[in-house]
């Protein structure tokens, strides 16, 4: 007997070629269950929440085949913006016969009530890509670099789904530039650590306080 893994993805790759037509509905998953001969109430146990619990399925299953891809990578790359694009690039390289159904399901989780489990992908995707390029930052930057990521990544989808260039030249173009944003971060760090022997201990001012009051 299949296990969940296989029998989601097996349903997940049915589903796609009628979510181009359909959308990311109840009808393409029951056409999806139509090819596969298996029941709809399978399908709704696998996803209880039908399109969008696939969709994150989707989401889900691209960042494992984008980590596999950069494992298989390590080493050949040096400095982290190398690393962050080639993340990036193999994320959406992997991806290219889905243009079509990853536009819709940004358009759907666009939604407002869908909102909410746009950026639980996002923050997934986000943290699946550091994690691919073994990048473990422990101080205040493990929070400001996956922000300033997840403007990158998500920018850098969204042109990608709308790019007509040859072999999404510009797309590659576009990351570049906004690459430079995570150089900002490191600039940032090294100003707040200078300038911190210019702020006053709040323990040192607070025994001088005692000691003249």
């Known amino acids: 007997m299949q296990d969940?893994?296989?029998?989601?993805?097996?349903?997940?790759?049915?589903?796609?070629?009628?979510?181009s037509r359909d959308g990311w509905s109840e009808a393409a998953i029951q056409k999806a269950c139509t090819d596969l001969n298996i029941p709809k109430a399978q399908a709704d146990l696998l996803f209880p929440s039908d399109p969008i619990e696939m969709i994150l399925w989707f989401n889900d299953y691209a960042d494992q085949n984008m980590?596999?891809?950069?494992?298989?990578?390590?080493?050949?790359?040096?400095?982290?913006?190398?690393?962050?694009?080639?993340?990036?690039?193999?994320?959406?390289?992997q991806n290219i016969a889905y243009r079509d159904v990853i536009k819709k399901a940004v358009g759907y989780l666009l939604l407002p009530w869908n909102q909410k489990f746009l950026f639980t992908g996002l923050y997934k995707t986000v943290d699946c890509i550091w994690l691919g390029i073994n990048h473990h930052p422990t101080d205040f930057s493990f929070y400001t670099k996956r922000l300033t990521l997840a403007g990158i990544y998500?920018?850098?989808l969204l042109y990608w789904l709308r790019d007509k260039s040859e072999n999404y030249q510009e797309t590659w173009n576009f990351l570049t530039r906004r690459l430079q944003d995570l150089g900002k971060i490191s600039i940032l760090r090294q100003k707040l650590m200078m300038a911190r022997q210019y702020i006053p201990s709040p323990i040192r001012l607070w025994q001088k306080l005692k000691q003249h009051g």
């Open 67 to 93: 980590q596999k891809a950069l494992a298989l990578e390590n080493g050949q790359l040096n400095g982290l913006k190398a690393k962050v694009f080639r993340a990036i690039q193999i994320r959406l390289q």
């Open 154 to 156: 998500s920018s850098t």
């Open 4 to 19: 969940i893994y296989q029998l989601k993805t097996s349903l997940l790759h049915a589903t796609l070629p009628h979510v």
